[in-house]
Every structure is written in C-alpha cells, then in structure tokens.
C-alpha cells in the first residue's frame, strides 16, 4: 500500500486547510484511515482516525476545530482544520491500517505551519 498525502502549506491563525491522502495497492475493505502529526521535538500524535465504516475520532486538541471524512471510492481520506493555531504546526502524516492484517502503511506527510 502506498500512501500520497498533500494539501499542507503556510496559513495565517484562524486560518483553514484541508490536506488529503490517497491510497493505493492491495486496499483491505476493513481498515482504518488516520492523520498523525508531529512538531519538532516531540512524539508523533494521534491527530484523527477513521474507520471504512465511517467512524471517527479525534483528539481532545483538535476537538471543534478539524473534522476528518473519506472517500472510499477514491481510497482518499482528508483533514477538514479549521481555526488553526500556531501549536498545530508540525509535519502531518496519514496512515492506513490493515485490520486484518494489523499492518500500517504511513506516508511521507505534509508540512503545516501556522504563522502571521
């Protein structure tokens, strides 16, 4: 499975973007789609997930402000951020969970930095 993600970039606060992310290859139909980030010098983090059923979650952090949906006919998933704060910095990455298998495929992730 590969995983090609993009849609990040320089946004002022309060500012919006909405990267996606596109898989393709062997596709479970049972599998989990998520978004991870990571700022400098800190651990990668959970950001949000969903399920090929349409169930998903958030962290505490984003919670109000980003939404994450998907296109399983594209095999696409995105990231609806909105009021972005400069602490939502950091690189993005989304990921494809196998659950068969329980195997993840990352991708290479996408920059998003919130600045004036």
């Known amino acids: 499975v590969q995983l090609q993600a993009s849609g990040g970039g320089l946004v002022q606060p309060g500012g919006s973007l909405r990267p996606s992310c596109s898989a393709s290859?062997?596709?479970?139909?049972?599998?989990?789609m998520a978004w991870y980030r990571q700022a400098p010098g800190k651990q990668r983090e959970l950001v949000c997930e969903?399920?090929?059923?349409?169930?998903?979650a958030c962290a505490d952090s984003v919670k109000g402000r980003f939404t994450i949906s998907r296109d399983n006919a594209k095999n696409t998933v995105y990231l609806q951020m909105n009021s972005l704060k400069p602490e939502d910095t950091a690189v993005y990455f989304c990921?494809?969970?196998?659950?068969?298998?329980?195997?993840?495929?990352w991708g290479r992730g996408t920059l998003v930095t919130v600045s004036s």
């Open positions: 969903i399920t090929n059923t349409g169930s998903s």
């Open positions: 990921s494809y969970r196998n659950l068969s298998t329980q195997y993840t495929y």
């Open positions: 290859g062997s596709i479970s139909r049972i599998n989990i």
